[in-house]
Nanobody
């Protein structure tokens, strides 16, 4: 398995930006598809964005399309989530996850998870 550590969360006003980072260690990072998920209080964990191992394909949930960008640097074993035009409804704990095998956006198909980083967007 790969170990994941997120960073970059914090408090930001609506309309602002944050960049989350997820550093991986343990196994060959470049073979994993990577994803970002989030969980707000009282809600289920939801898919936010994913990027294939090659970096050539990305996917997003509809609510963040045009505002969030997922990217990766395999040389640095790091995946990023650039979040622009943040809204109060983006407030959640954001989790990084790694997936081997066939690409999927389902949380159950991701085998390794980070501890999460809090993102709070004030109105």
């Amino acid at each position: 398995q790969v170990q994941l550590v997120e960073s970059g969360g914090g408090l930001v006003q609506a309309g602002g930006s944050l960049r989350l980072s997820c550093a991986a260690s343990g196994r060959t990072f470049s073979i994993y598809n990577m994803g970002w998920f989030r969980q707000a209080p009282g809600k289920e964990r939801e898919f936010v964005a994913a990027i294939r191992w090659s970096g050539r394909s990305t996917s997003y949930t509809d609510s963040v399309k045009g505002r969030f960008t997922i990217s990766r640097d395999n040389a640095k074993n790091t995946v990023y989530l650039q979040m622009n035009s943040l809204k109060p409804e983006d407030t959640a704990v954001y989790y990084c996850a790694a997936q081997s095998g066939i690409a999927s956006n389902r949380a159950a198909d991701f085998g390794s998870w980070g501890q999460g980083t809090q993102v709070t967007v004030s109105s």
